[in-house]
Structure formats: structure tokens, C-alpha cells
């Protein structure tokens, strides 16, 4: 299916700072302030409750399912990958769901910086890539300047979730959270993650991993009170 310009989010200016059209022909620019924050009031045809945040929605069917079961709530899915990006749209279509969602086809950490302080009242990083070679592991999105990002969009007492099939990243990310000091959560104990969440729907993805013998693991976390 083809991209609609009501459906994207405006893409930020890239490093340089030169602002760039909105995809999709859209007729806005991007201001050259690269600290510009989104203005997010009428990002929607009509209003929402609360404002969800999924980085990396890959074919979609998560994101879709929080759609068709939240009907108040407005969303934004950050995926730069198109298939990913055409898969969620023909989840969308066929739902007649797609007015609460924006789409934003680029790197999750540029519109971190560009979200409001406190204005996402959940957040879902759903098996990211775990680059697991040693000399990859900068390149993984959970880091200390990222969570600090995701302390400062999300509201206070909500919900941060993350899954991951990958052993080594689980244990990245357990220690890299606990370090940040902004969540409260689950310990460094097998025993104290959660199994899967109950608004969860079986992914393609998740069906592989099971196939192949990894476990995903469910980690929810909570903004502590600033």
C-alpha cells in the first residue's frame, strides 16, 4: 500500500541541520531547529486519552493489536524499515483504524528528541535488533543517553515495555535500567520476570523465536515519580 502523507510524522532534520520535505508529499517542512519539540495537540482528527509510543513495530501486528483494543488512545510507531512500515498499514486499512496513528520511518532516537517532556503515557520497545556481536553492541538502542530520553517523554507512574528473545541483551538492558535510576521494575532474577502481558498478541516473530527454542523474556517497567 502506498504511504499517506496524513499518515507519517514529520521526519526531523538529519545531523547537518538542513531541513528536508515531509515525505509522502506532504506540504510541511521541518524547522531547522534541531531542538524543535512536535506540536501534539490535533495530531489527530479527533481527540485521544493518552499518547502511545512503539519503537520498532516491525510487521505491525503488535502496534495494530494495541490500536483496535485501546479505541481512545492515539498513537505513534517508529519503524524505518518500509515492509514493516506497509505491513502495519494493511493491519490499519483492514481495521479502518489508521486516523490514530502516525507513522515515523526513521531512527526511534531522532524523535526522541523532538517528543514533548511527560507527554507519552506508555511506551513498547518489542524485541529490538540485539547486534550481538561484542563490537556491535554500540549500536544497541538501550543505553544510558536513550533511557534517559525515555525518562524524560514518558509520564510519571507509566508503563515502559520491553521484550527481547536474546539472553545477552536481557541482561544489558536489566542493568542499563537499573542503572538509569528512572524505573522501577523487575530485579536481575529469572524468577521476577513477568511471563507475557495479558493484552499480548503472538507475533510472526515470536512464533520463530518459540520454534527455535529461545524464550522471549517480558520486562514492564514504571517512571518513577520525578
Same mark, same amino acid.
Given at each position: ?84 512500515? @506497509?505491513? &502495519? %498499514?494493511?493491519?490499519?486499512?483492514? =481495521?479502518?483504524?489508521? +486516523? *490514530? ?5 526513521? #531512527? @526511534?532516537? &531522532? %524523535?526522541?528528541?523532538?517528543?514533548? =517532556?511527560?507527554?507519552? +503515557? *506508555? ?5 529490538? #535488533? ?97
Amino acid at each position: 500500500p502506498r504511504l499517506r502523507a496524513q499518515t507519517r510524522l514529520p521526519a526531523p532534520p538529519r545531523p547537518s541541520g538542513a531541513a528536508r520535505a515531509c515525505p509522502a508529499g506532504a506540504s510541511d517542512r521541518v524547522p531547522d531547529d534541531e531542538q524543535a519539540r512536535l506540536e501534539l495537540n490535533g495530531l489527530f482528527p479527533a481527540p485521544v486519552r493518552d499518547l502511545w509510543l512503539e519503537i520498532g513495530f516491525g510487521a505491525g501486528e503488535h502496534l495494530a493489536h494495541q490500536v483496535r483494543t485501546n479505541p481512545d488512545v492515539g498513537f505513534i510507531g517508529c519503524e524505518p524499515f518500509v515492509q514493516g512500515v @506497509a505491513g &502495519l %498499514l494493511r493491519h490499519l486499512e483492514a =481495521d479502518g483504524t489508521s +486516523g *490514530r496513528v502516525r507513522i515515523f520511518p526513521d #531512527d @526511534a532516537r &531522532l %524523535l526522541l528528541d523532538r517528543l514533548p =517532556d511527560a507527554s507519552i +503515557g *506508555r511506551l513498547f520497545v518489542l524485541f529490538p #535488533d540485539p547486534w550481538p556481536k561484542n563490537r556491535h553492541h554500540k549500536r544497541r538502542l538501550i543505553d544510558a543517553e536513550t533511557l534517559a530520553g525515555f525518562a524524560r517523554i514518558l509520564k510519571d507512574g507509566t508503563e515502559f515495555r520491553w521484550a527481547s528473545d536474546d539472553m545477552d541483551y536481557v541482561e544489558w538492558t536489566l542493568e542499563r535500567v537499573a542503572a538509569s535510576g528512572a524505573f522501577s521494575g523487575p530485579e536481575q532474577r529469572s524468577g521476577d520476570w513477568p511471563s507475557q502481558p495479558a493484552d499480548w498478541p503472538e507475533t510472526r516473530y515470536e512464533q520463530k523465536a518459540r520454534a527455535a527454542g529461545r524464550a522471549p523474556v517480558f520486562l514492564r517497567y514504571v517512571r518513577i515519580p520525578r
